[in-house]
């Protein structure tokens, strides 16, 4: 109703021959452009009812099979011993040792709002630098996802000690600690409930830190958004995505998934990222309209 009004003024000034006043009548603002909207990625992900009830179903799921899976007496972990195959899969003997339950952090106990939403806004590629900052950072701006808080704590009551392996840097190693915590998440220590990269000479490979904590534990979940979360057997240097596809949904990795491994929904980031038309959509099966 404004821009009307606006406008009619200067009309009558016209008809009324007064060429100094229509001169002097300022100019409209132009209509602000509407914002660009996220990628449909970060959409679905951060935003969507249908993410936040597949991630807190995974959750529950995790907690109802911790609580029932330390009622019995488990005698391997699962996490693969040293030369296993993924598709012939064998495992770490559990013992004596205190259960444990091995997450990823990133995208699996916590999003990380706070530089999402910055990449995306401006419109930039994924940045070290800029990640290292948010590390140190971050602690407040990255949240706990749907159903984390309560599994977590299910967890711990029936006696299993949550840990991290995330490829975090160990140098923001406290960083780390005050980001989870400030998710509600509770106390995680490095080096004892907080894996991270530079602990070993593995670099970006979890083998190593999976190693060292079911050397420990009995891990009787692992958890993560990411197939290496589970083994690098999945992050060979090009592994054909073929090849890859087979490896995670070979009778080995079947008899896991969703039974000591869960894997959770994350469409932003991963090493699918490379695949082509050609690793997606098999050339028999190209279709075009008349």
């Known amino acids: 109703m404004r821009r009307f009004a606006i406008g009619a003024t200067a009309l009558l000034a016209g008809c009324a021959s007064a060429p100094a006043e229509v001169a002097s009548t300022p100019p409209l603002p132009a209509a602000a452009p509407e914002a660009a909207k996220p990628p449909v990625a970060l959409q679905y992900l951060y935003g969507s009812p249908e993410a936040a009830v597949a991630v807190r179903a995974t959750n529950a799921r995790i907690a109802d099979y911790g609580v029932w899976r330390v009622k019995q007496r488990p005698q391997d972990s699962v996490v693969l011993a040293p030369g296993a195959g993924v598709d012939a899969p064998a495992f770490e003997p559990c013992g004596t040792k205190p259960y444990a339950a091995v997450f990823d952090a990133d995208e699996t106990l916590i999003w990380n709002l706070g530089p999402m939403r910055y990449f995306a806004e401006k419109g930039t590629a994924f940045d ?147 695949m082509g038309w050609g690793d997606i959509f098999p050339s028999d099966k190209n279709w075009e309209p008349k």
């Open 128 to 274: 070290p630098k800029i990640w290292d900052q948010w590390e140190k950072t971050g602690a407040g701006k990255a949240v706990a996802m749907p159903g984390t808080v309560e599994m977590v704590a299910r967890l711990r009551a029936a006696g299993i000690t949550v840990i991290a392996n995330t490829n975090r840097s160990a140098a923001n190693a406290k960083g780390s600690e005050d980001t989870l915590r400030a998710a509600g998440l509770g106390e995680f220590k490095h080096g004892e409930t907080l894996f991270l990269m530079g602990d070993d000479a593995g670099g970006s490979s979890k083998d190593g830190r999976r190693a060292a904590i079911a050397s420990k534990y009995c891990v009787i979940i692992l958890a993560g958004d990411q197939l290496g979360d589970f083994s690098q057997q999945f992050n060979v240097k090009d592994l054909p995505a073929a090849q890859r596809m087979a490896l995670a949904t070979s009778a080995g990795a079947a008899a896991l998934w969703d039974k000591g491994w869960f894997l959770f929904p994350n469409p932003v980031y991963g090493p699918w990222e490379k």
